[in-house]
C-alpha cells in the first residue's frame, strides 16, 4: 500500500458544508482516491462498519467510536469532528404532562430514540446532570433499539421498549414522562429545557460547552500498511472545512432554528440550520466553528470520556492521544 500513491477508498460521510468540497472532487487527498458510498440513513453506516469493517473510511458518531474502540473494533479515528451541535432541546415532554422541569424525571422511565450509546443521549444526558443536578441513576431508560456495538451491554436501568412500540405512543400515553433524541412537535410535545436553542449557546458563551457527535475512523489495516496515510485524510478534510467557513465568513446570515438531534438518522435541521449554528458559534467564540486536531478539542473529549463513564458506557478511562491516528496527534486545522 505504501507504494500505491492513489489507493482507493470506500468512503462513507453524509455530504454537508465542512466536506462539500471532498464530496465534489474540489479537494482530494494526494495518496489517495475517495470512493463515496451514499448510505441514505448514516446510522445504517455507523452500523456497518463497527459491525463488520465494511469502509475504509467512514463517519462516525463520536460515542460510538469510543464504545467500539473499547470492545477492540479494529478503526481509529481522526481528529476530525464534522458535527458539532448544542443538545439542550434533545430531551421533550407532553405540555400537559407531570414533568414540568428536568428534576421532575426522578423516579420515571424516560425513552431514548435507538441505543443507549448515541451520542445525542449521552450528552442530553449530560445536561441533564451538569446544569440541572438530575441523578441519571434514579431514572429508568428505555431504548428502542439496540447499541451498534453488539458486545456491549448496557446498565441495569436501562430496558428495550416492547416490540410493535412507539416512543411517541408510550409519551402520549403516560408510559414514558420524557424522550430523548426526538425532535420537538408543538403543540403535541415540547422541549424539557426551556428556549433550547439560546441555552446552548449560553452554555457556550459561559462555559465553553460545545458537544462534538460525530469523527472520522479509518480501518487500522490501512493505517498500519500505511502509517503517513491519517495525515493525509486529516489534510484533506482540514482544507475542505476551511473552504467551508470561509464561505460562512463571506455570506450573508440566514437564520434558521438549530435545536434538533444530529447523529444521521435523516432528523437534523439541514444546511440552512447548520450554517445559522456556526455563524453563531463565531459570533461567540471570534474562531472556527469546526476546529479539527485533539489540541483545540482535548476539553470536550475529555468531558465526553467523564460522562461515558458515569453513564457506564466504558468502564476504564483511554487517553485522547490513544483514540487518534499517531500521524495526526500533532496536526490541526
Same mark, same amino acid.
Given at each position: 500500500?505504501a507504494?500505491?500513491?492513489?489507493?482507493?477508498?470506500k468512503?462513507?460521510?453524509?455530504?454537508?458544508?465542512?466536506?462539500?468540497?471532498?464530496?465534489?472532487?474540489?479537494?482530494?487527498?494526494?495518496?489517495?482516491?475517495?470512493?463515496?458510498?451514499?448510505?441514505?440513513?448514516?446510522?445504517?453506516?455507523?452500523?456497518?462498519?463497527?459491525?463488520?469493517?465494511?469502509?475504509?473510511?467512514?463517519?462516525? *458518531?463520536?460515542?460510538?467510536?469510543?464504545?467500539?474502540? *473499547?470492545?477492540?473494533?479494529?478503526?481509529?479515528?481522526?481528529?476530525?469532528?464534522?458535527?458539532?451541535?448544542?443538545?439542550?432541546?434533545?430531551?421533550?415532554?407532553?405540555?400537559?404532562?407531570?414533568?414540568?422541569?428536568?428534576?421532575?424525571?426522578?423516579?420515571?422511565?424516560?425513552?431514548?430514540?435507538?441505543?443507549?450509546?448515541v451520542?445525542?443521549?449521552?450528552?442530553a444526558?449530560?445536561?441533564?446532570?451538569?446544569?440541572?443536578?438530575?441523578?441519571?441513576?434514579?431514572?429508568?431508560?428505555?431504548?428502542?433499539?439496540d447499541?451498534?456495538v453488539?458486545?456491549?451491554?448496557?446498565?441495569?436501568?436501562?430496558?428495550?421498549?416492547?416490540?410493535?412500540?412507539?416512543?411517541?405512543?408510550l409519551?402520549?400515553?403516560?408510559?414514558?414522562?420524557?424522550?430523548?433524541?426526538?425532535?420537538?412537535h408543538?403543540?403535541?410535545?415540547?422541549?424539557?429545557v426551556p428556549?433550547?436553542?439560546?441555552?446552548?449557546?449560553?452554555?457556550?458563551?459561559?462555559?465553553?460547552?460545545?458537544?462534538?457527535?460525530?469523527?472520522?475512523?479509518?480501518?487500522?489495516?490501512?493505517?498500519?500498511?500505511?502509517?503517513g496515510?491519517?495525515?493525509d485524510?486529516?489534510?484533506?478534510?482540514?482544507?475542505?472545512?476551511?473552504?467551508?467557513?470561509?464561505?460562512?465568513?463571506?455570506?450573508?446570515?440566514?437564520?434558521?432554528?438549530?435545536?434538533?438531534?444530529?447523529?444521521?438518522?435523516?432528523?437534523?435541521?439541514? *444546511?440552512?440550520g447548520?450554517?445559522?449554528?456556526?455563524?453563531?458559534?463565531?459570533?461567540?467564540?471570534g474562531?472556527?466553528?469546526?476546529?479539527?486536531?485533539?489540541?483545540?478539542?482535548?476539553?470536550?473529549?475529555?468531558k465526553?470520556?467523564?460522562h461515558?463513564?458515569?453513564?457506564?458506557?466504558?468502564?476504564?478511562?483511554?487517553?485522547?492521544?490513544?483514540?487518534? *491516528?499517531?500521524?495526526?496527534?500533532?496536526?490541526?486545522?
Amino acid at each position: 500500500m505504501a507504494d500505491d500513491p492513489k489507493v482507493r477508498l470506500k468512503t462513507v460521510t453524509r455530504t454537508q458544508g465542512a466536506n462539500r468540497a471532498l464530496k465534489d472532487g474540489s479537494v482530494q487527498p494526494r495518496r489517495a482516491t475517495f470512493e463515496f458510498e451514499e448510505v441514505p440513513v448514516l446510522v445504517h453506516a455507523f452500523r456497518r462498519m463497527v459491525r463488520q469493517l465494511e469502509f475504509d473510511v467512514c463517519e462516525m *458518531a463520536l460515542t460510538t467510536y469510543l464504545c467500539a474502540k *473499547a470492545y477492540g473494533v479494529r478503526m481509529t479515528a481522526l481528529p476530525v469532528f464534522l458535527v458539532r451541535g448544542f443538545h439542550h432541546g434533545a430531551v421533550v415532554r407532553r405540555p400537559d404532562g407531570p414533568v414540568r422541569e428536568p428534576a421532575d424525571l426522578a423516579g420515571t422511565r424516560v425513552g431514548v430514540n435507538r441505543g443507549y450509546t448515541v451520542t445525542t443521549g449521552v450528552w442530553a444526558r449530560a445536561i441533564l446532570a451538569e446544569e440541572h443536578g438530575v441523578d441519571l441513576e434514579r431514572i429508568t431508560w428505555v431504548v428502542s433499539d439496540d447499541d451498534h456495538v453488539e458486545a456491549y451491554r448496557p446498565p441495569g436501568n436501562v430496558e428495550r421498549m416492547e416490540p410493535g412500540r412507539a416512543l411517541d405512543e408510550l409519551l402520549d400515553a403516560g408510559a414514558l414522562s420524557a424522550v430523548v433524541g426526538v425532535t420537538a412537535h408543538p403543540p403535541a410535545t415540547e422541549s424539557l429545557v426551556p428556549e433550547p436553542e439560546e441555552a446552548g449557546f449560553r452554555a457556550l458563551a459561559q462555559r465553553g460547552f460545545y458537544p462534538i457527535n460525530h469523527t472520522i475512523v479509518v480501518r487500522d489495516e490501512l493505517l498500519d500498511e500505511d502509517p503517513g496515510l491519517g495525515a493525509d485524510l486529516f489534510e484533506a478534510f482540514a482544507e475542505a472545512k476551511q473552504r467551508y467557513v470561509e464561505q460562512l465568513r463571506r455570506s450573508p446570515e440566514q437564520g434558521a432554528s438549530v435545536n434538533g438531534t444530529s447523529e444521521g438518522d435523516g432528523r437534523s435541521e439541514g *444546511a440552512a440550520g447548520q450554517d445559522f449554528m456556526y455563524r453563531r458559534v463565531m459570533e461567540i467564540t471570534g474562531g472556527d466553528p469546526l476546529p479539527y486536531g485533539i489540541e483545540p478539542n482535548a476539553a470536550m473529549i475529555e468531558k465526553l470520556l467523564d460522562h461515558a463513564l458515569r453513564q457506564h458506557i466504558l468502564t476504564e478511562r483511554p487517553s485522547v492521544d490513544a483514540l487518534f *491516528a499517531p500521524a495526526t496527534r500533532t496536526l490541526a486545522g
